[in-house]
């Protein structure tokens, strides 16, 4: 039956009730319950909505002085957020917080201004005041007695800061109750944005989050300290537990749910497409005239904004030692198992510092600025090594390699790989001596030869990452240098070669390497240039590829007999590192979230070119015609000879689809002598040319079959004047745009969606924005 909306004592039943627990909420309100009254009596539930956020909007005007008050709006709390899933999943639903409630409640009939505001920012507004309301979200300035409480209106909510961090230098004493009820409210506040999880992806990014959108705009009197109490709460946590092992298992940590909850929350409140804005610059102003002081410069996402404004170098370290301390963590205990507590929210902390780094150029400068990038790569390096084999966390690789792929587009990144690796992270990767690139290079390897399959895609990006850092690398070990041998000789196989149409691009990225390391750092990369010539074999065959089609099948049969290339180890790689474990594969039953396909490395990527002076400078794609169908392009068609650039991706697709109507793709010798003639291959075989004649030479005469004289002879050698003309250095930019926008967003909120079991916020509603699959 319809009830009346001034029914008060049906009604208060929902919230009077002192004893109940958010799990009670979702234990009582099973969904079967929420979903009939949804389609039997749709004027109750919008009724107990509407009465909800009332309550709330009552207790934000009188700041929650009593305990029964604070009962009342936490009720309505978990209430509301047990309820919202299920209206967002409904289309004929979705509207109805934007709409007004006319007149209902206030004494029915003078519609004032108040009126007028739509439901969801009525209840949006009322958990931002409640976020800072004195004695019960935050410590009370004044000593005294509750008739001169502090009035919630008065009350700047800057001095209120949850933390100290950026902007704000005082930590208020730790307040265990005040903590619980603002991961009540920020529970609410996720849930309210998560309309986002109902809609199905579109590449269309204008279609922003209502709810995001109005809560971090000019109409949220506390975004700015909204935004830096997040901030500060996540980069402060310490979950070791002040620095004394053990110590978490003596005392209940209360921070952490909040943190967690701050962190989910400051993600999806940054979730702008920075790629169709006009997006600040490196020094604040947007791309427009610097004059234009009209409307204030970056997005009206006033998170957004506020994040890419900051730029006093403590708050850069603070935030960056933050982010570094929390991603660390887990690495801390495989030294001393359960000595932390272990956080499990790293995938967020990824998100955030990416976001971090592509709003905010001037954060992004300050990280290169010092080795303390590492203490991000180290971490990141052991999740990719730690998740290859897991097909539940396909998300998570794919964020650690954007992540690395944005640091190394600037040339610091590189240069900084060149430090030492002496801290030993447990990981299972063969030991070996040297420095941070050949950590990443190790890794590389590992994540390429023993990943699962749907890894795949990320080969281009993991091969543009080391190509572009490749002109700094002062001295690889010998570990790596072999592992990136191996790589060529598994990926330079007539089988694979010819068994894709994208997969010669990634030989050319391990040329491209070669060539810059041999150009460019010639002097300390005798272990390179070693096994370099040692492999000999494996550029000539490249150099005498078959192009005849009979070659080109017998090249694709080959693949049933011989093993897996990529399975052979090296003689040293037997060890691996002390208390390593090998990745696991993901435990049956498992929850995934699938994720949307990523735009292919052309599409992530703009080509820059470094300069003599250090500058960079971006090239413009040549908008070379595709030669008509069927005639072999010349050599210099596209621009940019072993690019994977567009015009190679164009031509490749109308290949595709012009082959067979099947829609099986078969190499043509065509195709083959296309990009065969533009492998890199001039500068290797000029110095294999010089040296191997050489080398023969000194291990005839001296009787050697010792690697140390050789490697002390080539030490010393030098081929200047002997090789080509070094070519320009071409460093591959990630560039935003809406397809990675994407991505992260159906990324993002899977991660949120996992992470919310207790209680299970959505699961089991008919979530639009990806599927769950059980792996």
Same mark, same amino acid.
């Given at each position: ?39 039997? =009596? ?174 971090? =705009? ?177 998300? $998570? ?173 090296? =003689? ?46 971006? $090239? ?36 595709? =689809? ?20 533009? $492998? ?96």
């Amino acid at each position: 039956q319809p009830v009346e909306a001034t029914d008060d004592a049906f009604w208060d039943q929902f919230w009077a009730d002192t004893a109940t627990s958010v799990q009670d909420v979702f234990a009582l309100v099973p969904a079967a319950e929420i979903r009939a009254v949804r389609e039997e =009596s749709p004027s109750n539930l919008a009724t107990l909505c509407y009465k909800a956020v009332e309550k709330l909007v009552q207790g934000a005007e009188s700041g929650c002085h009593t305990e029964k008050e604070r009962q009342i709006v936490l009720n309505c709390c978990r209430l509301l957020t047990r309820i919202l899933p299920y209206i967002f999943e409904d289309p004929d639903w979705r509207g109805f917080f934007w709409s007004t409630v006319p007149g209902a409640g206030r004494g029915g009939g003078d519609e004032d201004d108040e009126n007028a505001r739509p439901l969801a920012e009525s209840l949006l507004l009322a958990v931002a005041d409640l976020l800072f309301c004195p004695d019960f979200t935050v410590q009370s300035h004044r000593r005294s007695t509750v008739d001169t409480a502090e009035d919630i209106h008065s009350i700047d909510s800057c001095e209120y800061i949850w933390e100290a961090g950026v902007g704000f230098a005082h930590s208020p004493q730790p307040n265990y109750i005040h903590d619980l009820n603002r991961t009540e409210l920020l529970k609410l506040l996720l849930t309210c944005f998560s309309e986002a999880m109902y809609l199905p992806p579109s590449s269309d990014s204008s279609s922003a989050n209502p709810w995001v959108q109005f809560f971090c =705009s000019t109409e949220n009197r506390h975004a700015l300290p909204l935004f830096t109490s997040l901030l500060n709460v996540v980069c402060a946590y310490d979950p070791v537990g002040y620095g004394i092992p053990y110590n978490h298992l003596l005392f209940s940590d209360y921070r952490e749910p909040l943190v967690e909850e701050a962190a989910q929350v400051l993600i999806v409140t940054l979730d702008y497409d920075s790629s169709t804005s006009s997006s600040p610059t490196v020094d604040g102003t947007t791309t427009g005239t610097a004059m234009d002081d009209a409307d204030p410069p970056g997005p009206d996402n006033l998170f957004v904004n506020y994040l890419s404004r900051i730029h006093r170098e403590e708050d850069f370290q603070f935030i960056l030692k933050g982010v570094a301390r929390l991603l660390s963590n887990p690495l801390v205990q495989t030294y001393l198992p359960n000595s932390a507590k272990k956080i499990q929210f790293h995938q967020e902390l990824l998100v955030l510092f990416w976001k971090l780094c592509d709003f905010n150029k001037k954060f992004l400068f300050f990280v290169l600025k010092s080795s303390d990038v590492l203490d991000i790569l180290v971490p990141i390096l052991y999740f990719l090594n730690d998740a290859r084999a897991d097909q539940s966390r396909v998300g $998570l690789m794919h964020i650690g390699v954007f992540i690395l792929l944005l640091l190394s587009g600037e040339r610091n990144f590189g240069v900084r790989l060149n430090k030492p690796y002496s801290v030993r992270v447990p990981m299972d990767i063969p030991v070996f001596t040297g420095t941070h690139a050949d950590l990443l290079i190790i890794v590389f390897h590992k994540i390429i030869t023993s990943g699962h399959q749907r890894l795949q895609p990320l080969f281009d990006c993991l091969l543009t990452i080391v190509v572009n850092v490749s002109p700094y690398l002062k001295s690889l070990s010998m570990v790596a240098a072999n592992k990136l041998l191996h790589l060529l000789e598994a990926f330079s196989t007539t089988w694979f070669l010819f068994s894709a149409v994208q997969n010669h691009h990634l030989v050319f990225f391990l040329l491209e390497v070669f060539n810059n390391i041999i150009q460019y750092q010639f002097d300390g990369n005798s272990n390179l240039v070693y096994a370099v010539i040692r492999k000999r074999n494996v550029f000539h065959q490249l150099a005498n590829l078959p192009t005849d089609s009979q070659s080109i099948q017998k090249g694709l049969q080959r693949k049933k007999k011989t093993p897996e290339p990529i399975s052979r180890t090296n =003689s040293q790689d037997g060890v691996s590192m002390e208390g390593s474990r090998p990745a696991a594969p993901a435990e049956p039953g498992t929850l995934k979230t699938s994720l949307v396909a990523t735009p292919g490395i052309d599409k992530l990527t703009e080509k820059s070119q470094v300069s003599e002076d250090g500058t960079m400078r971006s $090239l413009e794609p040549e908008s070379s015609q595709p030669p008509p169908d069927g005639t072999p392009p010349s050599a210099g068609s596209d621009g940019e000879p072993w690019s994977g650039e567009a015009s190679h991706h164009q031509r490749d697709r109308r290949r595709l =689809s012009s082959a067979s109507s099947s829609g099986q793709w078969t190499p043509t010798s065509d195709w083959v002598m296309s990009w065969k003639s533009k $492998l890199p291959l001039q500068t290797i075989m000029r110095l294999l040319q010089v040296l191997v004649p050489q080398v023969e030479k000194i291990c005839i005469d001296k009787g050697l079959t010792d690697e140390s004289e050789i490697l002390k002879f080539l030490q010393h050698g030098t081929l200047v004047g002997l090789l080509p003309v070094p070519h320009p250095i071409l460093i591959r930019k990630y560039q935003a745009n809406s397809g990675t926008a994407m991505w992260f967003r159906t990324y993002m909120w899977g991660v949120i969606y996992l992470r919310n079991v207790d209680p299970p916020i959505w699961y089991d509603t008919d979530v639009k924005l990806f599927e769950i699959q059980r792996v």
